[in-house]
């Protein structure tokens, strides 16, 4: 046993709008030796996801908000390389919310140790095989209630929630699945890696247009990362009875006004709409079937993914602030 | 058998905004001889509603847009003055959708002959023992799934739907009702008659600091009639997981402009909020529970309601247009 030395991101100050690097301070811990059912985990990998940004002002919401001068929780995978836990060897693969460190130690019973396979890098547990996987697959069949035949739009599609949407769609029966993303390459790569069958660059402008182009007959379904623009263009595409799964809402996250809604909310009761939010708190008890269905796809060779990699836990802010750009293509992550 | 002349209104022009006189037109039908199977109604009462207006658009709807030069078409109910149908009695009560005329003819297959309750009026069947009162009862159930316990707010609440909506919602278990309307008088009928909780007038503006002065703990379900800043305040009020039933956007019905929808749609993210448009074509199949359940409250005395009449056929433009407006208390209605 040994004392070590964590690098871990603190929130200094509340953004006011687009986050600066000034709003984060990196800090030094020593951890000491373990306390008796503590392990150590030296993070491989650190998320950072959209929700993060609204954990970082002091409003209600559906997770408390990141206090200032703590560090800054959420998912990150490592190996444990020292345990004072009965139960738990070293090199165990340690999944967690400790979040932005390189090294953690904590009670054994904060972590959750998971089976690794051959050939599958720990990351996936932060993405496709994890909670991001997990939110497309509740918000088609929970929340969206997707059904075969549907016509599905994703915004925001490129991004690691986005790709794994419009893969599920497909393999849930899904007729026609559209997408939207930030960069012709993004739009490129969702028909050609990720089985869309139309997309379109947002940066175009007229999403409303470009949608009613994709969609000819209409939409059933919308996934929606992006809100503000996309959520009035899938109004006025939707079919009679369709289900949006509102997941995120990036194009308001760093605005200090409070943007107008869509202007065409009436089409809500004359098509029959059903507009449902949703946080994956209340839908973890689907993880198991999520599991199940994901590995067997992914085993089956259907499943591709990207990620984005920022390394170094100094660049942590960095990531965050990019991934809030759209920088990242797939899954924005850091590798420590 | 005899001719008769019918007095019918019919749309001559499509309205831009608010309609005026000169959009309708008064026509004369000579009804010859009765077909067999035929029945001639002369209408007792014909009813004017807010979605009326939307059929006055030329736009994709849920039903088909009002021809130009054609009757207007809606709930109206009669008796039978002359029958060429074996099975239907001179004097029966008939429901039907022929609606602005005062008498009309056509086979006795588009009338529904409705049995009648001493003491009640045929005019209920237009309202709280019709559609509207079915409205109500649908979308607390079906739409909004009213639990017991919950706070439900109510826009609109003095108008036909809402006052069925206030009273529907507290027979079901609602815990606290709270109601909008536009005027002292409405506002004060809502909690001496209606047994709401609290209400408030939106005419005196800021509807957001209303309903939260009004609901202290939160909404949990919101039946929307007028759309706009009600919808607004509404989902700064909800507790997480609450549901919007959205029946209706009167606020918007006669705006040339598409206004702007509200600045705080994330809060459906956030909270897990679902907004639930409906038109009733769909839930038609819940009308005999609802009799069933309506039947037995009015046998208890437990169901108030309010009629604004105004006579003449000649007239109901006029009814129409004032009911847009806000001048009825309950269900307006065109006495023949």
């Not at 059912?37 to 996801?49: A, H, K, L, M, W």
């Not at 998912?75 to 932005?100: F, K, M, N, T």
């Not at 720990?122 to 909670?131: C, E, F, T």
């Not at 175009?204 to 470009?210: A, E, I, L, M, S």
Request: negative net charge; contains cysteine; hydrophobic residues 40%.
């Amino acid at each position: 046993m040994t004392e070590i030395v964590s690098t871990q991101i603190q929130l200094q100050s509340r953004p006011d709008g687009w986050p600066t690097p000034d709003d984060f301070r990196t800090a030094s811990f020593t951890y000491g030796d373990l306390e008796p059912g503590q392990v150590r985990v030296r993070n491989e990998f650190v998320s950072v996801d959209p929700y993060m940004r609204g954990r970082m002002n002091d409003v209600r919401s559906y997770v408390a908000p990141y206090a200032l001068g703590e560090t800054i929780t959420g998912g990150a995978i490592g190996r444990v390389v020292e345990s004072a836990a009965d139960d738990v060897p070293v090199g165990a693969a340690a999944l967690h919310q400790h979040g932005w460190a390189d090294v953690v130690q904590a009670d054994a019973s904060t972590f959750r140790f998971v089976p690794e396979t051959p050939g599958l890098p720990l990351s996936l547990r932060l993405h496709i095989l994890g909670m991001t996987g997990l939110t497309a697959y509740v918000g088609l069949t929970e929340i969206a209630h997707l059904k075969e035949g549907d016509t599905v739009f994703v915004s925001g599609a490129a991004g690691a929630v986005g790709t794994a949407v419009g893969q599920i769609a497909r393999l849930l029966g899904a007729k026609r699945v559209i997408g939207s993303a930030g960069s012709a390459e993004k739009v490129a790569l969702l028909t050609e890696k990720y089985g869309y069958d139309a997309a379109f660059d947002y940066k175009d402008g007229d999403v409303r247009g470009q949608l009613a182009d994709a969609a000819p007959e209409g939409i059933d379904v919308f996934f929606d990362n992006v809100g503000g623009d996309h959520l009035e263009a899938a109004l006025d595409a939707f079919n009679d009875g369709g289900r949006a799964a509102l997941c995120g809402a990036i194009a308001g996250y760093n605005t200090t006004e409070k943007a107008a809604g869509p202007d065409n909310m009436a089409n809500i009761i004359t098509r029959g709409l059903t507009l449902k939010g949703f946080t994956l708190a209340a839908y973890l008890h689907l993880a198991p079937e999520f599991q199940e269905k994901m590995t067997g796809w992914f085993a089956a060779g259907e499943i591709a993914y990207d990620e984005t990699i920022v390394d170094g836990i100094e660049n942590t802010v960095d990531a965050f602030l990019q991934m809030m750009k759209g920088a990242n293509t797939g899954k924005m992550l850091v590798r420590v």
